[in-house]
């Protein structure tokens, strides 16, 4: 049972009918033309229609190509150098974002910055997920230089830790009062917490917005929008270029549009968010039954077991946990049959092929696990 699901794209689980049929009707025709196409235009028109921040959307081919291309786009359309992004937060493998990221970069325990130039380190700027007043305190200082904040609306890449009531609200009304843009990273929430991501179920708009994983139906994507001042800016329309070869393809463009039409259908969402709950209540109660220090962090159908009684607020508080524990856990819960996130610093997905029976299946499983574990100095 699979509750990576390809790291999120897979809300509608493995090999769903309407994917497999659409990307094997459209590769008769050609998987790549170099050009636009229809279904290019067929699905930035659901996406405008879809997220409340994008009034035109420009495809890729990946998550790290499109806040390659918001960065590149905010410093333009601002005329500023510097950028401020989260500690702990993960936004691709695009070098100014790889400062103090989140992700692989801290399950792997690499310092993150090999290979890029000081001069590039030195442009992005980092404060704590959640604190906006250190946000605030920079801005006073040095927000006639900073072209962007980029943020995850709810962080998912040091486990999964919810913004704060008002803090979305605070990023967005420091932004606009000193000029800057605010990008949302929805590369995980964008089409899984709402049909229009972290945006529509938190009520705040930003500037620009980056895309990908679910948006491709299970193959490679990426997207980034926003205002339409701001995208105006883009190539060939204005003078802020980007382009990609295979960005628009057919079959990335029909799996996506499938992908869309089925999480418009009634009650798509809700049916997430029982799931998703239940889930949630039945990983607590085991932990809780083990006598196990725990918290379980959701918001929609994204989660995180964090082996720690603190609950996780920003990346100094996600890293108490502990992850030789989760480790164990992790190895435990896979010889039962159940793929959990290898790290305790990942999200785990729930998608719409899970059923309660599977849901009820797994915390029973995760019950017997964590009973099973010793839980001393030693795992």
């Keep these: 049972m699979d509750y990576v699901c390809s790291w999120g794209p897979l809300i509608l689980g493995h090999a769903h009918p309407e994917i497999v049929r659409v990307v094997q009707e459209t590769v008769?025709?050609?998987?790549?033309?170099?050009?636009?196409?229809?279904?290019?235009v067929e699905l930035a028109r659901l996406?405008?229609?879809?997220?409340?921040?994008?009034?035109?959307?420009?495809?890729?081919?990946?998550?790290?190509?499109?806040?390659?291309?918001a960065l590149r786009l905010a410093r333009a359309f601002t005329g500023r150098d510097l950028i401020v992004k989260m500690d702990g937060c993960y936004h691709g493998h695009v070098d100014a974002l790889l400062v103090r990221a989140g992700s692989g970069v801290v399950t792997l325990g690499l310092p993150g910055t090999p290979g890029i130039p000081a001069?590039?380190?030195?442009?992005?700027?980092?404060?704590?997920?959640?604190?906006?007043?250190?946000?605030?305190?920079?801005?006073?200082?040095?927000?006639?230089?900073i072209a962007c904040v980029i943020v995850e609306?709810?962080?998912?890449?040091?486990?999964?830790?919810?913004?704060?009531?008002?803090?979305?609200?605070?990023?967005?009304?420091?932004?606009?009062?000193h000029g800057i843009l605010l990008i949302f990273d929805e590369v995980i929430t964008g089409f899984r917490l709402a049909l229009g991501g972290a945006q529509e179920l938190y009520r705040v708009a930003p500037d620009l917005t980056t895309l990908g994983k679910i948006l491709g139906g299970g193959l490679p994507i990426g997207a980034y929008g926003g205002r339409e001042e701001i995208m105006d800016r883009v190539a060939p329309e204005?003078?802020?270029?980007?382009?990609?070869?295979?960005?628009?393809?057919?079959?990335?463009?029909?799996?996506?549009?499938?992908?869309?039409?089925?999480?418009?259908?009634?009650?798509?969402?809700?049916?997430?968010?029982?799931?998703?709950?239940?889930?949630?209540?039945?990983?607590?109660?085991?932990?809780?039954?083990?006598?196990?220090?725990?918290?379980?962090e959701r918001v929609g159908?994204?989660?995180?077991?964090?082996?720690?009684?603190?609950?996780?607020?920003?990346?100094?508080?996600?890293?108490?946990?502990d992850p030789r524990r989760y480790a164990a856990y992790?190895?435990?819960?896979?010889?039962?049959g159940i793929y959990l996130p290898p790290s305790q610093y990942e999200a785990l997905f729930v998608s719409l092929a899970h059923t309660v029976d599977?849901?009820?299946?797994?915390?029973?499983?995760?019950?017997?696990?964590?009973?099973?574990m010793r839980w001393g100095p030693e795992v």
């Excluded at 590039?120 to 040095?142: C, S």
């Excluded at 999964?160 to 009531?165: A, D, H, L, Y």
């Excluded at 992790?330 to 039962?336: A, N, S, V």
């Design 28 to 40: 008769k025709d050609g998987t790549s033309f170099g050009a636009p196409n229809p279904h290019e």
């Design 47 to 69: 996406v405008v229609d879809s997220v409340p921040g994008i009034e035109k959307v420009r495809m890729v081919n990946s998550g790290t190509e499109a806040t390659l291309s």
């Design 119 to 145: 001069r590039v380190v030195e442009q992005t700027l980092v404060v704590p997920y959640n604190d906006i007043d250190a946000l605030a305190a920079l801005v006073k200082g040095r927000g006639r230089e």
């Design 153 to 177: 609306p709810v962080a998912a890449n040091m486990g999964v830790v919810p913004p704060r009531p008002g803090y979305l609200e605070g990023l967005r009304e420091i932004t606009a009062k």
């Design 238 to 296: 204005g003078d802020v270029y980007q382009a990609g070869t295979l960005a628009g393809n057919p079959l990335a463009m029909r799996a996506g549009i499938a992908m869309l039409r089925q999480l418009r259908a009634p009650g798509v969402y809700d049916e997430l968010e029982t799931t998703s709950s239940r889930l949630a209540r039945g990983l607590a109660s085991a932990a809780e039954g083990a006598g196990i220090p725990a918290r379980v």
């Design 301 to 321: 159908s994204l989660l995180t077991l964090f082996f720690t009684s603190r609950p996780p607020v920003d990346w100094d508080s996600a890293s108490l946990s």
């Design 330 to 336: 992790f190895r435990r819960m896979l010889d039962r």
């Design 358 to 372: 599977q849901i009820d299946r797994t915390v029973s499983t995760a019950a017997e696990a964590l009973k099973g």
